[in-house]
């Protein structure tokens, strides 16, 4: 069974930082597209960023660029999420995801198909 296992969030103050981790199992790793995105009460979930499937591409969404960087480690099947310069608009669940090789956008939750469980990250004024 796919698992996709998220930690590292908690609570921060601004301007802080945090690193993310998702832990992947039961999956060929190597070959699928990892994305991060985020929930807060009340709202939508929203694209935050993603790396390919050999880590050589990466995109963000704008309100993380210079602020976030995303990376893979295929070897222990994991990606990592950091966050320098946190703001509280930053706080909400944090999930990964995982994409196979189809042609959807990778900026569509709907574009992937295994899901973590989710990570607060909490940022305080």
């Known amino acids: 069974q796919v698992q996709l296992v998220e930690s590292g969030g908690g609570l921060v103050q601004a301007g802080g930082s945090l690193t993310l981790t998702c832990a992947a199992s039961a999956l060929t790793f190597r070959n699928w597209r990892v994305g991060w995105f985020r929930q807060a009460p009340g709202k939508e979930r929203e694209f935050v960023a993603t790396i390919s499937a050999s880590g050589g591409t990466t995109y963000y969404a704008d309100f993380v660029k210079g602020r976030c960087t995303i990376s893979r480690d295929n070897a222990k099947s994991t990606v990592y999420l950091q966050m320098n310069s946190l703001k509280p608009e930053d706080t909400a669940v944090y999930y990964c995801?995982?994409?196979?090789?189809?042609?959807?956008?990778?900026?569509?939750?709907?574009?992937?198909?295994?899901w973590g469980q989710g990570t607060q990250v909490t940022v305080s004024s």
């Open positions: 995801a995982a994409k196979g090789s189809s042609s959807s956008s990778s900026t569509y939750a709907r574009s992937y198909e295994y």
